[in-house]
């Protein structure tokens, strides 16, 4: 039914209702809070698009003139008011109105040249160049983009150009080969083994080739700033602290890049190396907005570092005075009872575990430091604690007490306050991504509002129909979202949309993505229905998983009977090829059966299938290879070796294979299920923690290679064995005795994997004190600040997230019903979509208003 409105413009009764329901109209036009604070002033919800740069001193603006009919027929129907524009203003000043005529092809946009077209194709032109506005604003509410950039023709062409697969695709690769150009630059990754004792001479490229790789990467980081930069506008630019910051690293990579083909690359130091993380950092706004929340969140973290670097210093002072070399009156007072009374021990004796105590651990200030530091994450425990220990045990509640206010107290509380810090920061920050969104939505709507005019007394301004189509044909999205917003749109009668119901509609990209299975087949046999009954019923799968364990079972009984048995002494390779070969028979017929119940595109839709039919196939093919090299299983079926693997190597391979299906089992523990849905949303959400973590680790690798680059020296006449105590050439523990040798920074490949090591804190302070040894006592302050930056902070970062995710998931586990053909999957801005906050209609247009190349005025 249609309601007539003023200016007798018909419109639909479900125009009505979405308006009074969805809009909250209130006097005025503006709509009503829901979110129960209290409204701002009244803004007039019509919004004109001005020629100019805008009116300045809040001049009058000019009148309106007479509306032009934009049809045939005329009329209020057609009507649209012609745009106002001042005398002397270029057409890059006036964004919305382009002067000369427009062509199109292929979604993309171009500045043409010739004469002013005529009224009607100067209407068209306008009509075109407002669609194209408005599919580059909703593209950036799909990616979370800002909207502050250039919006005349030639920018909105360029802008699409630049955000386009192929050209992010050639940028990423070009991030990607600027970093890979350490593994082979001097001093090159490219040996088998890293320990220095063993490792041959790496092939180290000639002066020019990876310089030239880099010159190239280079140009295409010249031309990436530079369409940033001209895209946002040369005044936003020097706003703008990362773009400056990346023009200055490409002056000072390119300078050194300058210097080091001056020396035929025979420098020492590059600094282009440490600064090559950034391209990296910046190139994604979701690692800039985890580092702005990290940054945000290191005042509330350093309470907790200085209390616990107070409780430190305390603790080691305490330490240098109660485990000192002389006797202190103290010291005699506290022991002196227990040592006569409770021991028989000549206190002779003792004193000499006395001195070790002292001599290993706290002989000084930077080695108790240390030593407590190493304690506090349990590394060295208890063998920090062991001297004292065998002479009284009262020492124990030193190192106890140590732990527990340290360890269990302070540690925890800083990833608490992590935790609770940086999930508010992150909140913060996926808040403005949801206000990048709608304003992206809004200033859409405010544009194609433009094409067409509403009546001189409506009250509010609209979008038709046809407009939105025509946007959405060009617009890149998911065809998910596209096909729901089509799906929106034909079951409202309405030709009109207000604002409302224009945002409405694209909140479907902020719904959960659902993948539905495809049905099943339907047979018209009785036989085959039954058959499709049965093989399809989840016991069916159960029988599977149970088949599955019972060979997990049998290859571990192999296993342990042949684990004390020399190679040439197994002769169960019948056995296990026997049974190979019945279970993988049993996994394809499953597999068939499964396919025949299912149909193939729902068994393939489901990942467990998709994993268990791969698995299945490579099996089936290494049991042929097997039978064709060596034949069917016999009585005296031995391993030899013919071809690339010997017959032994190919059934281990079958079995490695079978044990890793053996996960197949998880789909169907809802647990362990959740468990591991977590893990997959982590990592292909969380791409921003690995991201800052790589940066991090690019690094700190680069200034490991600057600062031990050579320091580890190969001691080939001393044999690495256990000695004595207080022998001075290999003490047990040390990084000689436990052949460390191939963790060191001779290359790029091997400091990851030692800084790796070290985050892990298992034995770092071997680590400490061995590049300590070779190096600089100053190095300790490397791998500490290290530790600091990786396992407390990182780590605690990660861990939040963690809980985070899992949290939310459970939450949602048990208040959404099981679907088994449905499967959810998140982003990390929907993870925290159920508390945020909607931003208000005053606020989205404050911020148009405010948006440096799109002038509208009220």
Avoid at 111 to 134: E, K, L, V, W
Wanted: hydrophobic fraction near 45%; proline fraction near 5%; charged fraction near 20%.
């Amino acid at each position: 039914m249609l309601v007539p409105e003023a200016g007798g413009r018909p419109r639909s009764a479900c125009c009505q209702r979405e308006e009074s329901v969805g809009g909250s109209a209130a006097p005025g036009g503006k709509p009503g809070r829901t979110d129960g604070r209290s409204p701002a002033p009244a803004l007039p919800r019509r919004l004109v698009t001005c020629g100019g740069r805008g009116h300045p001193g809040g001049a009058a603006l000019p009148p309106r003139p007479a509306p032009v009919p934009s049809h045939p027929g005329g009329g209020a129907e057609g009507a649209r008011w012609p745009l106002p524009m001042e005398a002397g203003v270029s057409a890059e000043a006036e964004p919305l109105l382009p002067p000369r005529s427009w062509r199109t092809g292929r979604g993309l946009w171009r500045a043409g040249s010739g004469d002013r077209p005529a009224a009607g194709d100067a209407t068209g032109a306008d009509n075109d160049h407002h669609i194209n506005q408005a599919v580059v604003f909703i593209e950036d509410a799909i990616q979370y983009r800002s909207i502050n950039h250039r919006v005349d023709s030639k920018s909105l062409w360029l802008y699409r150009w630049y955000y386009s697969r192929t050209c992010q695709w050639i940028l990423s690769l070009t991030i990607t080969i600027i970093l890979a150009l350490v593994f082979i630059e001097k001093p090159s990754s490219l040996t088998v083994t890293s320990d220095v004792r063993y490792r041959s001479s790496a092939w180290n490229p000639p002066c020019g080739l990876t310089e030239s790789i880099e010159l190239l990467c280079f140009l295409v980081f010249m031309v990436d700033v530079s369409v940033k930069s001209y895209l946002i506008g040369w005044e936003e630019f020097w706003k703008n602290k990362w773009l400056v910051a990346y023009i200055l690293i490409l002056i000072v990579s390119f300078t050194d890049w300058i210097v080091s083909l001056s020396l035929f690359c025979a420098e020492d130091v590059r600094i282009r190396r440490l600064l090559r993380p950034f391209f990296l950092l910046q190139n994604s706004s979701m690692m800039k907005k985890t580092l702005k929340s990290i940054n945000s969140t290191l005042p509330e973290m350093a309470s907790v570092l200085l209390l616990l670097a107070l409780h430190l210093s305390l603790f080691t002072m305490f330490a240098m005075l109660l485990f000192a070399r002389t006797k202190l009156f103290a010291k005699f007072i506290f022991f002196y009872v227990f040592l006569s009374s409770n021991t028989g021990i000549p206190g002779r004796a003792l004193d000499g575990q006395q001195d070790k105590e002292w001599m290993g651990y706290f002989r000084n200030l930077p080695d108790s430091l240390t030593s407590l530091l190493v304690l506090l994450t349990t590394a060295n425990n208890p063998d920090v604690m062991i001297p004292a220990y065998s002479k009284n045990r009262a020492y124990s509640i030193f190192f106890i007490l140590f732990t527990v206010l340290g360890n269990l107290f302070l540690m925890n509380l800083l990833t608490a306050i992590i935790y609770n810090q940086f999930r508010g920061y992150l909140l913060k920050s996926v808040q403005s991504s949801l206000f990048r969104r709608r304003l992206g939505i809004r200033a859409a709507f405010e544009v194609l509002s433009s094409l067409k005019e509403a009546p001189a007394n409506a009250q509010q301004s609209y979008v038709s129909v046809g407009a939105l189509l025509r946007v959405l044909q060009k617009v890149e999205m998911d065809s998910r979202c596209k096909q729901a917003i089509m799906r929106s749109l034909k079951t409202c009668s309405c030709d009109q949309l207000s604002a409302a119901q224009f945002q409405k509609l694209f909140e479907e990209l902020d719904k959960d993505a659902i993948k539905q299975h495809p049905p099943s087949p339907e047979y018209q046999s009785h036989f085959m229905q039954k058959i499709q009954f049965v093989f399809g019923h989840r016991y069916f799968g159960y029988l599977g998983n149970v088949v599955a364990l019972a060979n997990i079972i049998s290859i571990c009984v192999v296993l342990v009977m042949d684990a004390d048995k020399e190679p040439s002494e197994i002769d169960d390779d019948f056995f296990l090829g026997a049974i190979n070969c019945f279970f993988i028979l049993y996994y394809l017929l499953e597999m068939l059966l499964k396919i025949l119940a299912m149909g193939l595109k729902r068994y393939l839709s489901y990942p467990s299938n998709r994993f268990d039919g791969l698995l299945t196939i490579i099996l089936l093919i290494l049991e042929i290879a097997t039978f064709a090299a060596y034949g069917f299983p016999h009585p005296g079926w031995r391993h030899v070796f013919m071809g690339l693997l010997s017959l032994w190597d190919m059934v281990r391979l079958v079995n490695m294979l079978i044990v890793f299906r053996f996960l197949r089992i998880i789909p169907n523990m809802k647990f362990m299920a959740l468990v591991v849905t977590t893990l997959l949303d982590l990592v292909k959400n969380l791409r921003a923690f690995a991201g800052i973590l790589v940066v991090v680790f690019y690094a700190f690798a680069i200034t490991g290679i600057m600062l031990f680059e050579g320091a580890v020296v190969s001691l080939q006449n001393i044999s690495a064995v256990n000695t004595t105590y207080n022998n001075g050439t290999l003490n047990c523990g040390t990084y000689e005795q436990l052949e460390y040798w191939p963790n060191n920074f001779d290359d790029f490949a091997a400091a990851v994997v030692t800084l790796w090591d070290v985050m892990v804190v298992n034995n770092w302070q071997v680590f400490l004190e061995a590049f300590s040894r070779y190096s600089s006592p100053w190095a300790k302050i490397y791998f500490v600040a290290w530790w600091l930056i990786s396992s407390v902070i990182w780590v605690n970062l990660f861990v939040a997230l963690l809980l985070e995710n899992f949290i939310h998931k459970w939450d949602r586990r048990c208040h959404r019903q099981s679907l088994s053909d449905i499967e959810y999957q998140r982003t990390v801005e929907l993870m925290f979509r159920d508390v945020l906050e909607e931003p208000t209609e005053e606020e989205l247009i404050e911020k148009l208003h405010q948006h440096p190349h799109l002038q509208l005025c009220r």
